[in-house]
């Protein structure tokens, strides 16, 4: 394995001054690994803690680990806690952190931005604005 494995930017051949995603710098000038056990983490500052998740994944303060956003928030693909959404999957707008089904809301839409703005109808239908509204007919 290089003595440099991992390594972002060099100072030299030998020398390592920031490191790549999933690796923290270990001593002035090599990178190592972040822990196997942190899934989900992007970026960590040792072995065991880490500064930043993956997208899809927020970082758990209480016990230093990265959670699904799906999880804590119904349809979240991206977030930066258990309570703030910042997008939803496909099919899904956001409303005050959370997500809500686009058909739910406007019948046979199946992709919109809000609760009144239909972007893609499902086959057979079309949009149309009706007072200010995007629906599908």
Do not use: K, W
């Amino acid at each position: 394995q290089s003595a440099l494995a991992g390594c972002y930017t060099c100072l030299s051949s030998l020398s390592c001054l920031t490191c790549l995603p999933t690796y923290y710098l270990s001593s002035p000038s090599s990178c190592s690994l972040c822990s196997s056990s942190m899934l989900s983490c992007r970026y960590c500052n040792s072995s065991s803690i880490c500064t930043f998740c993956q997208d899809g994944f927020y970082l758990s303060t209480a016990n230093n680990s990265c959670l699904e956003c799906n999880t804590a928030i119904d349809g979240c693909l991206l977030c930066n806690s258990s309570t703030v959404c910042l997008y939803c999957d496909y099919g899904m707008y956001l409303s005050n952190n959370s997500c809500y089904i686009c058909s739910t809301s406007i019948t046979n839409c199946l992709y919109c931005n809000n609760i009144s703005t239909c972007l893609q109808c499902d086959s057979g239908t079309y949009l149309s604005t009706i007072s200010a509204t995007t629906v599908c007919l």
